[in-house]
């Protein structure tokens, strides 16, 4: 098959262990697109959706599921980006990639491949691979919110954003776990063929054309350190047992029979923050909690939890979360909607 401009081949990579939705997900925003580029009477290349592997035929997915493999990466041409088959890399998640980061074959393709492509993406831990291969050195990228600080630690050289459902930096494109690689398809689709194309694919498949928020509305409460001192773990121990009481560093540092600035201190040697952030933290867990399980009202929700009022409630979810707690509520709640 020859490389033309009317058609740019979009190469997923599979390995053994990869998630399935992080290849599906793209593949059918991908194909969606050539249906919406009908629909609109659009001139525009077309997507074509290659899966390659080591080898070709089926690839078992981190769940069990098989995938199979259209190509090895001996079919597809590689070479400079005029020449290349490829126009998107991209790289998908999964449990199995630490073994894909000890494949020197695979890698050193990947390399190979990626040298080629117009531009390379990744999900979720895609993100390592990507990195383990050089090509996230100096970038702004993003994972799984539960690995970025892993992903941190392991490539020092790789500005790793916690809460970005994707991120784009030159011709390199990462994303958040799992259904986010549906997100950054899209964002891939409208930087190709505009924002009308990857609307029409987003009403089709009843996604968000563009997610309110971050990754952090998704990810679990209290994530703060804890402490082996008595004194800081006692006042932690307050703050989780009463989030609505007075939880001033004088209120705290009384409470452990510490001056308050040396409490303040030694808080945040230990815990890694200061207790206004900490206590602001727990509040906000303590909010989100109820927000998807009881029907308060967001006043009641911000006196019982010491916010003061429904307004700071409201600053605190968008600066933390980037979206608002109605709409947290909204996407969360496992209640019936409040009327």
Known sequence: MRFTREVRTIAILLFPGCMALDVVGPHDVFNAANTALDELGRRSARYQVQTVASATGPVRGQHGLALHADHTWSTLTFGDAEHSQIDTLLIPGGTGFEQVLTDHVMMSEIVQAASGARRIASVCTGSFILAAAGLCTGKRVTTHWALAAQLAERFPLVDV???????????????????????????????????????????????????????????????????????????????????????????????????????????????????????????????????????????????????????????????????????????????????
């Open 161 to 339: 954003d916690p809460d970005a459902i994707f991120v784009n930096d030159g011709r390199l494109w990462t994303s958040a776990g799992v259904t986010a690689g549906i997100d950054l398809a899209l964002a891939l689709v409208e930087n190709d063929c505009g924002s009308d194309v990857a609307t029409l694919i987003a009403r089709h498949l009843v996604v968000y054309l563009r997610r309110p928020g971050g990754q952090t509305q998704y990810s679990a409460p209290t994530w703060s350190r804890t402490s082996e001192l008595q004194p800081i773990r006692s006042a932690c121990d307050l703050v989780h047992a009463e989030p609505g009481a007075d939880l001033s560093v004088d209120r705290l540092a009384a409470h452990v029979g510490l001056s308050g600035r040396h409490f303040a201190r030694l808080f945040r040697s230990e815990t890694g923050e200061s207790p206004a952030r900490y206590v602001e933290q727990v509040r906000l867990d303590a909010a989100r909690s109820l927000l998807e399980t009881e029907a308060l009202g967001l006043d009641a929700i911000a006196t019982q939890l010491g916010f003061g009022s429904a307004e700071t409630l409201r600053r605190v979810f968008q600066r933390r979360l980037g979206v608002s707690p109605t709409s947290y509520r909204r996407q969360f709640a496992r209640l019936s909607p409040m009327t």
